[in-house]
């Protein structure tokens, strides 16, 4: 039987072995664009394309920048533009995959296209309800149809929202956000969501959007075809003085641009900036952590809470500080890879095939991969790509034993267990602290997580701090802030109001309250409001 989920494992139970020593802590602090640019291979994943295709872009879009002689200042918003023009592409992920299924494949289709009318409207049927028989199929696309451009632009509106809440968290420019509410927008204005055209959209964006798609064409038809798109889609998509800028100096703008490494162009072209330590640095790890968790309701705070438990369970452990500040910070970063791996699998309700299991099994390692190109923080990538091994081999993405890992990675894999029971997950129920607790002693008995960590971790949450209090900022009610926490696990109104024994009607005035006060306009810049401002709790009922 295939496994489900992230926190299931199989295989015989073997004996533990001494622990691999730790390596040395790592030298100089990360800067900011370092980390964005880590980043943005996360997004990468998210879009269905390789890594470093973002960094293409933004070389691209440099070069775009240069040769139309634009001042400094705008060159630094267009670097930043073009690296993380797609930041907000996690955080519909769910409600995208509940229209289409497959939420990555979506986004790859979605560059191939001229994404407006007729074209845009049949991939949007071919994707829905794809995995259902005929009868069914056709019911289910009538339906979307019927609907299909309020749907889009809800999905667009929360994208935009959160990319901005997003950039603003990493510490971006001011200007960002609003460069980023204009990434579905098109020059022929009829994009979306506030149909801008022309020069309204501004210039930053106009060149991220024509280097982020070039760059797909150049990968996959060549530089031929890449003109070839660029020409099509001159005044309707794309700005025509830039598209005609292209198509007339393409082999000179992308010379180059497939072959060589782009991590250290795109870091000399960053705008200068000092390196990150404390809690400027924590600050924009957790934001890193909150953008992985947004991929699913289901993981929302999971980042969170494993920092906390494993700084907390390394004192018990008896780390140094350097090492529990490791751990903290790879318990906010551990989940990057989750971007890799698409929604249909992550809140799939039911057990998972061989194939799709294997797919979900290498996430762990695609977020090593994405924190090792940052020198300051290849320890937290190894110890984060760690937290899904077992001593006995059957864990993953690797299989490593107990003799390959340190006492730092299997610290974390006991941490990241222990949270991982007390959430739900589409296929099994929270489990409560107790039970959590002999389910990872259980893990302990049987040789596949370390003893010494597991009664780490059980101490760290037993001495964790109770309950949060019933109101929050903003003026919430404890009612409000019930549903809040029931919205953020991406309930609808019906599920709200069954699990609170309260009416529909009743909580859509909540709702509208909540959005009222928080300045939210929809699910994902809901649960930023409660993530900011401690109000997420798992377990409350």
């Avoid at 797609?86 to 990555?104: V, Y």
Wanted: hydrophobic content about 45%; some cysteine; charged content about 25%.
């Amino acid at each position: 039987m295939a496994r489900q989920g992230s926190d299931a494992f199989s295989g015989p139970a073997g004996p533990g072995a001494q622990s691999a020593a730790l390596p040395p802590v790592p030298g100089p602090a990360p800067r900011r664009s370092e980390l964005l640019a880590a980043l943005s291979l996360a997004i990468d994943l998210g879009l269905g394309q390789p890594m470093e295709h973002m960094m293409r872009a933004t070389l691209l879009g440099l070069r775009i920048a240069e040769a139309l002689d634009v001042d400094q200042e705008v060159r630094e918003r267009i670097y930043y533009a073009n690296l993380l023009a797609w930041i907000g592409c996690h955080a519909d992920s769910f409600e995208l995959a509940a229209l289409f299924g497959d939420d990555i494949g979506f986004r790859f289709d979605y560059y191939l296209i001229d994404a407006t009318g007729l074209p845009m409207l049949s991939m949007m049927v071919r994707h829905t309800a794809a995995d259902l028989p005929g009868g069914q199929r056709a019911v289910a696309r009538a339906r979307f149809i019927a609907t299909a451009r309020s749907s889009v632009r809800d999905l667009i509106s929360s994208h935009c929202t959160s990319a901005g809440r997003l950039a603003a968290r990493v510490g971006l420019d001011e200007s960002l956000p609003v460069i980023l509410a204009h990434t579905f927008e098109r020059w022929d204005g009829r994009g979306l969501p506030a149909g801008r055209s022309g020069v309204q959209i501004p210039l930053e964006m106009r060149i991220a959007q024509l280097a982020d798609t070039v760059e797909v064409h150049l990968r996959t038809a060549g530089l031929d075809g890449a003109v070839a798109m660029a020409r099509a889609r001159r005044g309707t998509q794309f700005d025509p003085a830039l598209a005609d800028l292209f198509c007339a100096r393409a082999a000179e703008l992308a010379h180059g641009l497939l072959e060589a490494d782009p991590w250290p162009r795109v870091l000399d072209s960053a705008p200068r900036d000092a390196a990150l330590a404390g809690a400027e640095l924590d600050s924009v790890l957790e934001a890193m952590g909150d953008f992985a968790d947004l991929k699913s309701p289901w993981t929302i705070g999971h980042s969170r809470a494993v920092a906390a438990l494993a700084a907390g369970a390394a004192a018990s452990y008896g780390l140094g500080a350097d090492e529990t500040r490791v751990l903290r910070q790879a318990g906010w970063v551990h989940d990057l890879g989750r971007m890799g791996v698409s929604n249909a699998l992550w809140d799939a309700p039911g057990e998972l095939s061989g194939i799709q299991r294997e797919h979900l099994d290498m996430y762990p390692l695609l977020s090593e991969r994405v924190l090792a190109r940052v020198p300051g923080m290849r320890r937290v990538g190894q110890v984060a790509g760690a937290h899904r091994e077992r001593l006995d081999g059957s864990g993953y993405p690797l299989g490593r034993t107990a003799s390959e890992l340190d006492p730092s990675q299997r610290l974390i894999a006991a941490v990241d267990a222990y949270q991982t029971y007390l959430e739900p997950r589409p296929h099994r129920a929270a489990l409560d602290a107790r039970a959590a607790g002999l389910r990872l002693r259980a893990e302990a008995d049987s040789g596949r997580l370390e003893a010494r960590s597991v009664e780490a971790v059980l101490v760290a949450a037993a001495g964790a701090g109770g309950r949060l209090p019933g109101a929050g900022p903003g003026g919430l009610t404890a009612r409000e802030i019930e549903v809040l926490r029931l919205l953020c696990r991406g309930m609808d109104h019906q599920k709200i109001a069954a699990a609170l024994v309260i009416s529909p009607k009743t909580v859509r005035n909540h709702i509208e309250h909540i959005y009222l006060k928080t300045g939210a306009a929809n699910r994902v810049s809901a649960t930023l409001f409660a993530l900011e401002n401690g109000l997420w709790d798992r377990e409350a009922r």
